[in-house]
């Protein structure tokens, strides 16, 4: 599981892209593209290498007031674990 | 035939075949038997034109590939165009024709990734596939492109004279700090197929191959992707070919024509438009070509009443047609095809496989796929 205080950014590979026809973010990489929800879209924003993952969280909990902190930890942390998996998410140490 | 315009046909790809030109005659090479006769390549204004017009279309990646794409030397213009136009470009190379700073310059331009072709995991039996002279320059190449800091993806195309050295293959990707590794079962269309009796693998060789690629892609999971592209020979359910015919992906053709995929132009009695005449959007939406296969009433039984008819569309119709005769047909490597049979007599012959010559890629004007 990705630590509290790793650093995300997208792999080289990768791409963030406005897909203009759907107004919908998409991440490109090879033969692959991949839409992203708005929640996803505003976790892959923040994957810049520069913020942790505690940050991005308590970033995402003012943006969503509405949602418990406890639900968009979870599902920041699940985005970004498969993410990780798939090797579209690398994390500074 | 009206034309279809739902958002369902929609391409997110765009395969730019700039060249049929190639210094290697790989023995499975998807390009056309009769290669050597299609001169008149589409130039650099057409191809930027191509580029804008399919940016609006909808495409999001661009794969620029051939033959051989570094033969072109507009091919920088072509990636700061693309870049311009965010899209993703992959360059498609056997990477025979470049220098280190070509490479570099590219990455400068915006190039977003690479995939570099091997044939096997040594230079006797690479260079007898790729038909001359070519794995240590491709060795060569594969660590430039590591150096400029391009993302590198490393294609092989399996079948039974490698297969077995599918291990090896992983290998050799880790050691070049790959990505991304295709470990991709060739297709049996054009020159392959005309190879089929010396290529196709058995059963056990590939479960065996696909084992050891399921091991390397947990092992390597968040480091290096690895796909295995099983051969649809041995499937009970046929690909999604293309992701349906005239639905994800656009192909243009060294000479201009527009087309569903790259075998597309070898069934009969259809019409392939050029974007030497009209905008690429009218193309997709109107041609003949591209409308023949889209929806459901062209299919026969038993694809027309079966529930996968919406997730496989029925197969690949190049392959229907150049198996059975009938691109309508039910691609003959689904089980519930009435055709299944050719593919049952194709591994059967796998398993006997006496030694068979293989045919390169040669200039053979006169023959047609």
Redesign the interface.
Same mark, same amino acid.
């Given at each position: 599981m990705i630590a509290a205080d790793a650093r995300p950014r997208l792999a080289p590979k990768v791409r963030l892209r406005l897909d203009a026809k759907s107004g919908r973010f998409m991440l490109l990489y090879p033969e692959r593209g991949m839409v992203l929800n708005p929640t996803a879209a505003e976790i892959v924003k923040r994957c810049t290498g520069e913020l942790t993952v505690t940050e991005i969280i308590a970033q995402l909990a003012e943006q969503y007031a509405a949602q418990s902190r406890e639900a968009i930890e979870r599902e920041v942390v699940e985005f970004l674990d498969a993410m990780t998996d798939r090797g579209l998410v690398r994390s500074e140490p | 035939m009206s034309a279809v315009a739902v958002p369902e046909y929609?391409p997110? =790809?765009l395969v730019a075949e700039l060249t049929y030109r190639c210094p290697l005659r790989c023995v499975y090479c998807s390009n056309p038997l009769d290669y050597a006769r299609r001169r008149d390549e589409v130039d650099t204004a057409g191809w930027l034109r191509v580029l804008r017009e399919a940016e609006e279309l909808?495409v999001?990646?661009v794969?620029l590939t051939g033959g051989e794409p570094l033969v072109r030397d507009d091919l920088e213009a072509l990636v700061a165009e693309a870049e311009r136009l965010?899209l993703?470009t992959?360059l498609i190379t056997s990477g025979i024709p470049v220098t280190r700073d070509r490479l570099a310059r590219l990455r400068d331009l915006g190039l977003?990734?690479v995939?570099i072709s091997i044939q096997d995991v040594a230079a006797a039996s690479s260079d007898r596939i790729a038909g001359r002279r070519s794995f240590d320059r491709k060795l060569q190449v594969a660590r430039w492109i590591k150096e400029v800091?391009l993302?590198l =993806?490393l294609n092989t195309v399996l079948h039974r004279e490698n297969l077995d050295r599918v291990p090896e293959v992983i290998a050799l990707a880790e050691t070049l700090d790959a990505?991304?590794l295709e470990l991709a079962n060739t297709q049996y269309l054009g020159w392959a197929l005309l190879n089929r009796r010396a290529l196709l693998p058995t059963r056990e060789q590939l479960a065996q191959a696909r084992a050891v690629a399921a091991e390397a892609r947990q092992r390597l999971?968040?480091?290096?992707?690895v796909l295995f592209v099983t051969p649809d020979y041995y499937v009970d359910f046929p690909k999604s070919c293309m992701d349906g015919w005239g639905r994800r992906f656009l192909l243009v053709s060294p000479d201009g024509l527009v087309l569903p995929c790259h075998v597309a132009h070898t069934l009969p009695g259809l019409t392939w438009e050029s974007v030497r005449d009209r905008p690429l959007g009218d193309i997709w939406r109107d041609s003949p070509g591209f409308n023949a296969f889209r929806g459901e009433a062209w299919m026969s039984e038993p694809c027309r009443s079966c529930d996968r008819r919406t997730t496989d569309f029925g197969g690949c119709r190049c392959q229907a047609y150049h198996l059975t005769g009938n691109a309508a047909a039910t691609d003959p490597a689904c089980s519930l095809a009435p055709a299944h049979a050719l593919i049952e007599a194709a591994r059967r012959e796998a398993v006997d496989a006496a030694p068979v010559a293989l045919e390169y890629r040669t200039r053979r004007a006169g023959a047609r796929t």
């Open positions: - | 929609r997110y =790809t909808g999001v990646q794969n965010e993703y992959n977003d990734n995939q800091g993302p =993806t990505d991304r999971k968040g480091r290096m992707e």
